[in-house]
């Protein structure tokens, strides 16, 4: 039995044990916000790594104000020294998951497991991920493979409010970083048979409105803010959006429509200020909203603010009583990774091997933690791969299919020895 036949076959008997991890992983309901059982998790992998063979530490994230004695924000790195020549590569997944929301057919932290999946909210995006790079490390060490260099494993917080105190807060404290770490794999869910590259940029904002109260029997004598949000809303509409969707990116995002930028209104409130949003016989004074402009790298980030810009003055000039505040929540530029990254060939080829045709290079639509690997670690080489579905992501009754995982553990350990081959 060759190589390759002998790693892909331990991998098919690992992968009972994955499957288990996963599902107990998806029972630790990591849901952020607030960031629950976020030490829970990250001592359930760290004793997991611990028991594989790994010198394992846990990282808090101290002395930010989101790491909290109620809700303390946790991560854990395994570290595992071949005693011969070669890279440091560090897998990376996040723990935590966006609340389940409604429309689930099943418990969303049960952890179900049927005709061939594995339900539950964080079960794509991305537990499984975190089953399999530690899975598929395995399998190459039991299939005796000579395993080279330093292999890292990172179990991080945060990651779906923006990673700051997990992948941000690892470059910070130099255990990622350009000259200690040469590859980074983050286990995202963009579909086993694709690799994904980079991400689109996204300026995320906040515009509060203000009005004059006055009583609802009488709105005349006030200034509606939530009126007035209106028309900032419709003009970002009419105006903004025709002008996104004649821009198009050569960065090969998925799926098809995110290839032009986009913008979203991802929450309002409105009514009296003083009143906890209460109904109350008055005239709305206060409306806050935030959005979310994801732009593409063809587009610069103070371009993308500047067109926002543009719209609050011309309405301030324009409307009787359109006063405003504007802040930004966050700012990040796009990255993408040069297609011919030693990581880059290594994974495509051996989702070759185990798929049976080319792999994909796509970009994700939105932003992950590959923004802090390169911006603050200076890590050049990274890329995204797991076995989750893109589109399952953040969805009811979020699974992953069993031989997805399986092929994904596959392509993680034959990506490995494609990368230590090219060295």
Same mark, same amino acid.
């Not at 560090?90 to 061939?116: I, K, M």
């Not at 995006?125 to 395993?147: Q, S």
């Given at each position: 039995m060759g190589l390759e036949d002998r790693v892909l076959a331990e991998v098919d008997r690992v992968l009972g044990e994955a499957v288990d991890f996963c599902r107990e992983l998806v029972r630790v309901p990591t849901v952020n916000p607030p960031g629950a059982e976020y030490a829970?998790?990250?001592? $359930?992998? *760290?004793?997991?790594?611990?028991? #594989?063979?790994?010198?394992?530490?846990?990282?808090?994230?101290?002395? =930010?104000?989101?790491?909290s004695a109620d809700y303390p924000r946790l991560n854990v790195v395994g570290g595992l020294d071949s005693g011969r020549p070669g890279p440091t590569?560090?897998?990376? *997944?996040? #723990?935590?998951?966006?609340?389940?929301?409604?429309?689930?057919?099943?418990?969303?932290?049960?952890?179900? =497991?049927?005709? *061939?999946? /594995?339900?539950g909210r964080g &079960?794509?995006?991305?537990?499984?991920?975190?089953?399999?790079?530690?899975? %598929?490390?395995?399998? #190459?060490?039991? &299939?005796?493979?000579?395993?080279?260099?330093? $292999?890292?494993?990172?179990?991080t917080v945060d990651e779906e409010s923006g990673g700051f105190a997990g992948v941000a807060y690892l470059c910070r404290r130099g255990i990622i970083r350009s000259g200690r770490t040469d590859y980074v794999v983050i286990t995202e869910p963009l579909d086993p048979d694709r690799v994904c590259i980079g991400h689109r940029g996204v300026y995320w904002f906040e515009v509060t409105v203000r009005g004059r109260v006055a009583h609802g029997s009488m709105p005349h004598l006030g200034v509606n803010a939530i009126e007035v949000m209106g028309l900032f809303i419709e003009r970002l509409r009419r105006e903004l959006k025709p002008r996104l969707a004649g821009r198009r990116t050569n960065l090969p995002v998925v799926p098809e429509p995110a290839r032009h930028p986009t913008l979203n209104v991802n929450g309002i409130v409105g009514g009296q200020a003083d009143t906890a949003w209460r109904p109350t016989p008055c005239v709305a004074d206060e409306c806050r909203a935030v959005f979310d402009r994801r732009f593409i790298p063809e587009e610069q980030a103070a371009e993308v603010r500047r067109e926002v810009e543009d719209i609050l003055r011309e309405l301030r000039a324009e409307v009787a009583g359109f006063d405003y505040e504007w802040r930004d929540l966050m700012v990040v530029e796009p990255v993408v990774t040069d297609p011919g990254s030693p990581l880059v060939r290594a994974f495509a080829r051996a989702v070759g091997q185990v798929y049976g045709y080319p792999a994909a290079l796509v970009a994700s639509? *939105?932003?992950?933690?590959?923004?802090?690997?390169?911006? =603050?670690?200076?890590?050049?080489?990274? /890329?995204?791969?797991?076995?989750?579905? $893109?589109? =399952? %992501?953040?969805?009811?009754?979020?699974?992953?299919?069993?031989?997805?995982?399986?092929? &994904? /553990?596959?392509?993680?350990?034959?990506?490995? /020895?494609? $990368?230590? %081959?090219q060295e």
């Open positions: 829970r998790c990250a001592e $359930l992998i *760290g004793s997991r790594l611990a028991r #594989l063979g790994y010198e394992v530490c846990y990282v808090p994230a101290e002395g =930010l104000p989101e790491h590569v560090h897998f990376n *997944g996040h #723990l935590d998951v966006v609340p389940p929301g409604t429309g689930w057919t099943r418990p969303p932290f049960e952890a179900a =497991l049927e005709d *061939g999946r /594995i339900y &079960a794509a995006d991305m537990k499984a991920g975190i089953a399999a790079m530690v899975y %598929a490390v395995e399998a #190459l060490r039991r &299939a005796g493979y000579p395993v080279r260099g330093r $292999l890292e494993q990172s179990a639509p *939105g932003t992950y933690d590959h923004k802090h690997v390169r911006r =603050l670690g200076g890590v050049e080489h990274c /890329i995204a791969y797991g076995p989750g579905r $893109l589109q =399952l %992501a953040h969805q009811p009754d979020e699974h992953v299919e069993i031989e997805d995982l399986r092929r &994904a /553990i596959g392509v993680m350990a034959l990506g490995l /020895i494609n $990368l230590w %081959a």
